[in-house]
């Protein structure tokens, strides 16, 4: 996270000739501020792994979405980079897989809470779908969480981080900025040697939002219709790809509704255990645990991945369990698992 928003040391020492005392100043300042943001004692497996969600989308809606990225690019030559998330959810990027794992983290727990946490103090944030072409200017929702506050006040250009990436050279340093319309967000990395104007951000506004509004929109009726017969899984599990940083997990739910069952932090624990375990071990490997408030445990680790499964029932059997986690993987990582 240093990095991304100060570069390397050795890239501080050469711009600063040298000057170790620069270095420290930098350390500091960063250091005492960041290291108050952690909760260590909220940490679990998935702070672990720090993966990354990444949305599931049918084939036209995501060639849509990079067919509009593509369009982006070519109209503002000045993006060189680009994301695209849709909550936080990541859908694109064009950054290295590093960048972007640090740059995920930095957006859904720092920018994207902050900016959220804002916007309902301030206005009603009840999202109103867009119904299309309107008469006179198309109508759209979106805003930049980066960049200028109010599109109509050029004496505002609002803050805009930079940051370091290591793209197509080391520690390139790029403005960071973010544009966000209903749920869905484009994050966009201008080279710092190009001028980043007020009539660039009002160009941007007028072409990224009635596009992301639509898609947005068109996103979240999508995921408004699922599949008659589709029931999400009543267990608890994880699952991390290390090769692409994927990870889905069930672990850390919606805290608003009641029925959510959660996970002891006991349990929690025992997951960061056997996941230690299978770092030691080169091969696949299964393990399956019986706690002492009688719930299992199963963690499985095949070709890169891991899975783990936490299993309320109490009267169940190895057997039954084992069962269980088939028909769990079967029908939600089909072609993941190949242990028996």
């Known amino acids: 996270m240093f990095k991304l928003f100060n570069g390397s040391f050795e890239n501080i020492l050469r711009r600063s000739k040298q000057c170790v005392t620069a270095l ?16 260590l004692c909220q940490s679990d497996i998935l702070d672990v792994f720090d993966g990354i969600q990444f949305l599931p989308l049918n084939k036209n809606t995501y060639l849509r979405i990079k067919c509009f990225i593509n369009q982006l690019e070519a109209q503002f030559p000045e993006v060189k980079y680009t994301a695209f998330l849709y909550n936080d959810q990541l859908v694109w990027s064009g950054l290295e897989q590093e960048d972007m794992r640090i740059m995920y983290r930095y957006l859904i727990t720092g920018l994207f ?17 867009l119904s299309g072409a309107t008469t006179g200017a198309q109508i759209h929702y979106g805003k930049f969480i980066t960049g200028p506050p109010d599109i109509k006040d050029e004496s505002n250009m609002g803050k805009v981080p930079h940051v370091y990436l290591n793209t197509e050279e080391d520690n390139e340093e790029c403005y960071l900025l973010v544009y966000r319309a ?22 941007l506004d007028e072409f990224l939002g009635p596009t992301l509004t639509s898609l947005a929109s068109d996103i979240a009726d999508q995921y408004s219709k699922k599949p008659s ?32 069952v959660t996970i002891p932090p006991d349990t929690l624990k025992l997951l960061s255990d056997i996941s230690s375990d299978f770092s030691k071990c080169e091969e696949d490997a299964e393990t399956i645990v019986k ?10 680790k095949s070709d890169h991945r891991e899975f783990y499964v936490v299993i309320n029932q109490k009267n169940a059997n190895l057997i039954e369990i084992n069962e269980e986690v088939k028909k769990l993987c079967s029908t939600h990582f089909t072609s993941v698992f190949f242990l028996d």
């Open 229 to 260: 017969g589709f029931t999400e899984p009543q267990y608890k599990y994880v699952y991390f790809n290390h090769m692409n940083l994927a990870q889905k997990t069930t672990v850390h739910v919606d805290s608003k509704k009641a029925s959510t």
């Open 182 to 203: 209903l749920s869905a967000s484009v994050c966009m990395f201008i080279n710092v040697n190009t001028s980043l104007t007020f009539p660039l951000c009002q160009k």
């Open 24 to 39: 420290q100043q930098r350390l500091e300042y960063f250091f005492t501020r960041y290291l108050l943001t952690l909760k």
């Open 291 to 300: 706690t002492l408030n009688d719930s299992w445990v199963v963690g499985k």
């Open 113 to 129: 809470p902050s900016y959220l946490e804002q916007n309902l103090q301030t206005e009603n944030m009840s999202p109103v779908r």
